[in-house]
């Protein structure tokens, strides 16, 4: 008889978001009447860019006729789009990056999930703590062994550097779910520290455009040696509004070296070829189509107004946390924001009231790991009057408790 993999028995019951959706149809269940305001998964809630919107109009056009149809696209997404990325995203902050270095995806939850088939199992994951559940779940999947690093107010939610060895660390900034962001002078010891100990760092920059701060990093590549020692993954979905049109990419620089295991080196840009080439077939001509207006002048344009409306819907909510004394994080540079449950409440018990009292739903900040015990995350990818009810409704039920 066949075995089920034994790794899944070291997984929480259910994945995060999918816990959320279930606690809240079940209340709604019972509650048809409640007007429910949702603040919990970071989904985006705003239109496509209208530049976007033509060329993937354009792109389905072309797939009309025989000499513009498009069937499997090549390994490493389109090449006019892997330029576009070294041109459009990495150029301006002074980056070389060669389009080769380049994969393109189904987004970024994908490849952060699925970059442990490079691995040995067995290996020894670092992982930031609270953090994005993805990277906890797809390496104990695996086998692997995970250690968290605390990320908490003392060390800017950036987590000290580890002074135990770790094959690889996961970093993601800005950050989900805090919202912090990372200064450059410790991205740089990040990097030191990988490269001293032979560490990977896979660095999830999936929020970059959120950045407003000149002083920040938008990518690890802004730091010297980080080709030597980090994968950096993007996505148009927080960028772009793609969480339903799916596309993103994978940065593998082509001298990126780990250990063969057998005294050799493996270089990772290949096997991440050999991986892609056997279990994936690229993301959409027309979603890589919609991905490139991205580039355009007007999809610049559009595309950051859009971010800006999330940035002044992150702002209300931060300046709403503050006035419930809640010490609110994140926000400026980032779509979350962080804060601390009332009077040190249980994380899932306060997303448990607020569901109950307000109808409003955030994110228990356990949920990401146990640091994130006595916090609970607030998205601002929503509707900017559907926020403010949800402020006030917040205010409220913290001043009558
Ligand atoms: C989140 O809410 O953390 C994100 O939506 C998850 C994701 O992007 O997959």
Partial sequence: ?????????????????????????????????????????????????????????????????????????????????????????????????????????????????????ILTPGSLIGITDPVYPVYVDTNLMRGNEIKYITCNAANGFTGDIPKEKFDVVYLCYPNNPTGAVITRCKLKQWVDWALQNGALIMYDSAYEAFIRDPKIPHSIYEIEGARNCAIEFRSFSKTAGFTGVRCGYTVIPQELMISDGKGGKANLNAMWERRQSCKFNGASYISQKGALAVYSEEGQAQTKATIDYYLETARIIRKS????????????????????????????????????????????????????????????????????EAMERIKNMIKYA
């Fill in 1 to 117: 008889m066949p075995q089920a993999n034994i790794n899944f028995g070291r997984l929480p019951e259910r994945y995060l978001f999918l816990d959320i959706a279930k606690r809240v149809a079940a209340y709604s269940e019972t509650h048809p009447h409640a007007d429910i305001i949702r603040m919990g998964i970071g989904d985006v809630t705003r239109p496509l860019a209208p530049a976007v919107i033509k060329a993937m109009h354009q792109a389905v056009d072309d797939c009309a006729a025989p000499e513009t149809f498009h069937g499997y696209g090549p390994e490493r997404g389109y090449l006019w789009l892997r330029e576009a990325i070294v041109k459009g995203d990495y150029a301006p902050l002074g980056v070389q990056m060669n389009p080769d270095d380049i994969f393109i995806n189904d987004g970024a939850k994908s490849d952060t999930g699925n970059i442990g088939d």
């Fill in 321 to 388: 946390m503050e006035d419930c004394g809640l010490n609110p994080q994140g926000g400026e540079n980032a779509p979350y924001i962080w804060a601390q449950t009332p009077d040190g409440m249980d994380s899932w018990k306060f997303f448990d009231e607020l569901l109950n009292k307000a109808q409003v739903v955030v994110t228990p900040g356990s949920g990401f790991g146990p640091a994130g015990e006595g916090y609970f995350r607030i998205t601002s990818f929503a509707d900017r009057q559907r926020t403010i």
